[in-house]
């Protein structure tokens, strides 16, 4: 799936006085950046920045990450022993969270070297040890009901078809079971909300390009979360895919949201 966003960063005036300012404030209210969702370049994007994934993880969050990660292993608020599955795993630390919070993890991730890179920090937790499987969101292996909880974390942003994701994982979930979904969002309240978008839409793509060495995935970073449904939009695919008592919160000002919600329990 080929996106274009509206392109409000081509109008700037070509030069004149003012004309850099205009460019940037253009920028800053919509980046204008086409957004390809399909998989195969989704998953080359990953596996281009999958060594220096971490690094940046902790650069351009200034270790907050971790916490975020934390507070969704947290909110699943399942007894120690439920079956929980960390789906777009990526280098795996939602997974390790997840398995401090004494869950028995499976994470499943579709681009092999960010999958690799869970390898070594499962292999130092303490069994049983989170274990890692090649699979598509849209196309989980699992039969009906195998998992009594799941968390997403900054993943359903990049899956080329949000609703089947969502329909799989309330496929796999039993009953009943929680789902916790970290994903980033605009804050809502200014001055937070003009400083966060010249940060997300002007800086953060200059340092993640500039650290990962790649092209375009710190750009289409910005852009897919503009793209993305947030809150009360965001439940609303969640009911219709077959969740319900979902709620949303604002984490760190509402840079990011944390979604939970129940697996509806058969009739
Ligand atoms: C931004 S990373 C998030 C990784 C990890 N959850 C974290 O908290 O850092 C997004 C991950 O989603 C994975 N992904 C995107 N689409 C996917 C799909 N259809 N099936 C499985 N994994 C997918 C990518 O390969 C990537 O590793």
Known sequence: MKRRATCQAREAPPGGRGAGRDR????????GLPLDRRAEEIRRMFAGVAGRYDLLNRLLSASLDRVWRRR?????????????LDLCSGTGDQAVALRRRGARVVAA???LPMLARSRGKF???APPRP???AADALRLPWRGASFD?????????NVADLDRALAELARVLRPGGRLAVLEFALPRRQPLRSLYLFYFRLLLPAIGRWVSRHGSAYTYLPASVSDFPQRE??????????FDRSSWRDLSGGILCLYLARRRPEP
């Not at 969704?72 to 079956?83: M, S, T, Y």
């Not at 939009?233 to 077959?242: I, K």
Request: glycine share 10%; aromatic share 8%.
């Open 131 to 133: 274990r890692a499987f």
């Open 109 to 111: 991730d579709f681009c």
């Open 123 to 125: 292999a130092r937790q």
């Open 149 to 157: 909880g799941a968390v997403v974390s900054f993943g359903l942003r």
């Open 72 to 84: 969704a292993a947290e909110a699943l608020d399942l007894p120690p022993g439920a079956r929980v």
């Open 24 to 31: 940037v404030a253009a920028l800053v209210a919509d980046p």
């Open 233 to 242: 939009t965001f439940l609303e695919r969640l009911g219709a895919a077959g």
